[in-house]
Structures are given as C-alpha cells and as structure tokens.
C-alpha cells in the first residue's frame, strides 16, 4: 500500500491525504497507482477495510480475472509490480456519500477513460 500524506492530480493539484488513512481503515475511497503508467488509473470504493479491497484485487490480478483492475495489470507488459493501492479518504457516513465521493475523486484524478481504466455509467 501507498503511503504518503500528499498526492498530485494529472494538473499538479496537491491534495492531502484525509483522515489518516491505513489499511485497517474501512468506509474508505482509495485510488490505483500503476508505476509503469506513473499515474492513477483507477478510483474505487470499499466499505470494508482498504486491506480486504487489496488482497481482493491482488487475487483477481493472480487469476487473470476479468474486471479492469486486473485486466490493466496483466495486459500491455503490465505485472503486479506496478500495482500500488493508496487510500485517499476516510470517510464517515452512508455508502451513499462514500459512492458521490468516489465520482468525485474519478473527475478530479481523471480515471475515467481513456484517461484511466474507470467506466462512466
């Protein structure tokens, strides 16, 4: 897991990391860093800890599952090398405001494709 108590967007926007975020946090909006690709490329969600959400994308990325996460870092000379989990924000609050957030964060980090690998619905 990524630690650090500052991150950049794609404009060179600071941003502090919220609320102390560890992978035992759970409610929690986290982004995907690729080191091949030297950004973020995905933004997620989980209301369980950031430590679950990460062994479950590594077994997804071991499996070869078919999800964008792990599809990203198994194609394109990509491995799970280059794969980095990085909780932006701990929040308080309903799974609701923990999904208007996650929109949030994917606008201003640019995960959306083809910029990243997120998917607008």
Known sequence: MMKAEYFTDPSGRKYSV??????KSSN???AV???RCRRFVYVGETGGTLYQRHLLNLSRLRTQHSDPV???FYTDGHSM???QIMGLE????SDEYRKTMEQLWKSKLRTYRPYGINVQE
């Open 28 to 30: 929690v909006v986290y």
């Open 81 to 83: 090398d280059d794969f």
């Open 18 to 23: 919220r609320n102390n975020v560890d992978c």
């Open 90 to 93: 701990k929040l308080s609050g």
């Open 33 to 35: 860093n690729c080191r």
């Open 70 to 72: 792990a599809e990203h």
